[in-house]
């Protein structure tokens, strides 16, 4: 299944971009690195219980043209409209 991610546009006002997420345990916090629309991916930096990884995740359009990647076991969708 093919994604359409062409109107995400200004994408560059989002690289360094910070969200957290609460997981019932510890805050865990993403960072925006580089998103590569031609491959519809982005890397985030994810920063949990002290340990920063860069992972790259695919990005998916929902049914209102909201961009978000999903993160964890549980597929959680973070929204890059959400991220400061």
Do not use: C, H, W
């Not at 560059?12 to 805050?27: H, I, K, M, Q, V």
């Not at 865990?28 to 994810?46: C, M």
């Not at 998916?60 to 549980?74: A, C, P, V």
Request: proline share 0%; glycine share 6%; aromatic share 18%.
């Amino acid at each position: 299944m093919k994604t359409k991610v062409s109107n995400f546009t200004e994408f560059r006002a989002y690289y360094l971009s910070e969200f957290e997420l609460y997981d019932g345990e510890a805050f865990i916090t993403f960072n925006i690195v580089g998103i590569d629309l031609d491959r519809s991916v982005i890397q985030i930096a994810v920063t949990d219980r002290g340990r920063i990884s860069v992972i790259t995740y695919d990005l998916m359009t929902d049914k209102n043209g909201r961009l978000y990647f999903e993160y964890g076991i549980m597929f959680e969708r973070i929204y890059l409209d959400e991220f400061e």
